[in-house]
């Protein structure tokens, strides 16, 4: 395990006052800095080329006075531009402390991790990116900053959050920037945040934090990278105005989250309260509860002279030892940023020639592809660094066995299960000092709202929150019962997903034995391939996975004995040690092969017609609709089907593999399909649920027939 200490213990100890008054002289901080006011800044971005040109393009094709288009910049960056004020950070420091010791037991962050970063913080600009699993991540990481003498970060916020009257401003101070969610084609609006982000970047003088997932994740899971910011922010790099960046991946893991009930509800699609300052005072109740701990891990950190690019076919980076010549743009070097006057020496230049509009530089493909291979290597950094909680553990299990364990039989359950996950290679938060069952009942008395301890030491889902589920089959009349019913297992599913998303290779290749106890090497990967393609947006995988990751995800389990590879005769031998592992880790994903499957039988089922509501979202609710009456016919053991985020998946993992089409137009994106061709990937799912067989509407025991399938070399 890390070498983690809890940053909360010292808070217990001394005064609040003093940590939020502590010197902040030795500060370690970039080099070639350019320290510049709030207006400097946003004088910098509203004088800059990029702008300038994007308003004389907007002046020529709108009509528009260049008056109202530069007044329209101004109020656009006023309203974007962060305010960071240590006088409020001081503040914060101040009563955060008092919040986290009521909230938490401990906050813990690997300090190896952290003074690996202070060493390199004046090498080049900083970019943080966090995990994001709860609207604290961002607070969470500017007081981890805060306690270490690190430099504050600005970061990347949904304009969500600027409607919130008093706590956009006070979010403004401790260096938020606000964003809309999506900018389309507002030229405008482009071009300031670009400018914006990379005068900040450049300058150096506070680290970028934003989010790669773009989002909170309300599953558990990881969703798949979003290229655009972190494009925008190595544009500087690849342009030659620093001469490296610094980036930095964080995993949080909560014992736990704050909205676990707002996100299950969520995936059910009930919809989100609005964020609004009242409705933070009405959640205040949150501070009477308990929510056990905070893991913050710094992981590998990425400079990119020693992480050059590969492979690139038009453009190259060489070390420039003399001096930045702008002479290709018409620009004398003393007109050249001040950073870039200062790292003459060192500077990185692109050596393809650059055009005289240099600010609307396109990234090459080749550069397109590093950043989008950093980014999947930032999200497996912060993957293989995320900690699964004891509560992680019971989930997974509860998750099998809702109905319940006894508490003697479930602690020797969450202790093996403990041990498979450190097997496999996920990492646990597992405190020594303390035996399984006093582990194990202080999570779940820390999650009363899910799960019950009844007197007689049985432990079980509840049906409701904090109501006991019954034993046997409930019943269910109405949707709305079963979507009551749904949110608690929904809760209890994102938490199962940290283990399932950690695991997901191993997870599909067990799924991918079908039943069986022996296979040969060749239809192994065939099946293992048809899985990783159909839940390409379900986990998170890279762009190319190939028989190397096949390989090495065989020697994991082979390495825990569970499986013998037989390279002679080409096959696979599931061992008798290997039987409750591989049927348990299978189990993990069978809601996922059972809801990929709904959606095959709906699209089979109800013939495709033009003259129906074929919109995506309008089709995801018909089908939890019809997943939803299997439950009421007593037909679906897996609430977490019910997940609109599952549904949707599946259907843009149909469209990718080409088995349903989306036809895009002015009204949205509309679904087109062949009932047949949909019957192709729904009789392989099946084939992958040997002992289930969901046959209009009956769950029966029965075995399909396995498809043949072809697969090129890699995806």
Known sequence: MDDFEDILEPRRNELDVRFALQSRDGVPEYKYTNKQTRSQVNESVLSSPRLKFTIDKIVTETGLSRKEVEKEAFEILDDMAHAQSLTNLRTLAYIFPKLYKRLLRHLYVNKDGIEKLRA??????????????????????????????LPLPFVATGQDFNKMKLINEVLRMCGAFYIRRSFGTDDLYWALFTEYVQTNVINGELPLEFFLEGTRSRTGKFLPPKLGLLAVALEPYFTGKVPDILVVPVSFTYDRILEELLHSREMLGIPKPKESTSGLFKAR??????YGDIYVHVGDLYLFVRWPLRGSTDQCIILFQAQYDLRSNGTDITSAPIGIQKILPFILLRVQPMCYHWFLFNLSSSEQKFVADLAYNV??????????????????????RPHGYTLRDFCRDVEWLKDLAINLGAKVAWPGEYSVQTLVTSHLKRHRTFVNLAHKNQVSINAYEGSPLPTGSMEMNSLDEVMSLAVVPMGIAMYRNHLVCRLANVCLLTSSFCGTNAISIGDLFLKF????????????????????????????????????????????????????ALSFLSKMVEPFLQGYYMVCQYLVQTKWNPDNDNKSKSIAKNIQALIAQKFINDEMKHFDTLSLNLIGNALTSLVAMDYIQCNKSENGGSLSWQASKVEEVMAKLGSYLPELEINGGAVQTHRTRREPMSVPSKL
Not at 541 to 550: C, Y
């Open 379 to 400: 999200q497996e950094s912060q993957l293989r660094n995320i900690y699964m909680s004891v509560w992680v553990l019971c989930a997974t299990l509860l998750m099998q």
């Open 120 to 149: 390199q913080v004046k090498d080049a600009p900083v970019i943080l990116l966090p995990t994001h699993r709860s609207y604290q991540d961002f607070l969470v990481m500017t007081y981890v900053c805060f306690h270490y003498g």
């Open 285 to 290: 109740t949150i501070l009477q509860d308990n």
């Open 529 to 580: 391939w048809f899985l990783i393609r159909v839940f390409q947006k379900e986990f998170v995988f890279k762009p190319s996975v190939t028989e190397t990751e096949f390989a090495a995800t065989l020697k994991k389990l082979e390495s825990c004995t569970f499986i013998q590879v037989c390279n002679t005769e080409k096959k696979v031998e599931v061992l008798s040690n290997g039987m409750k």
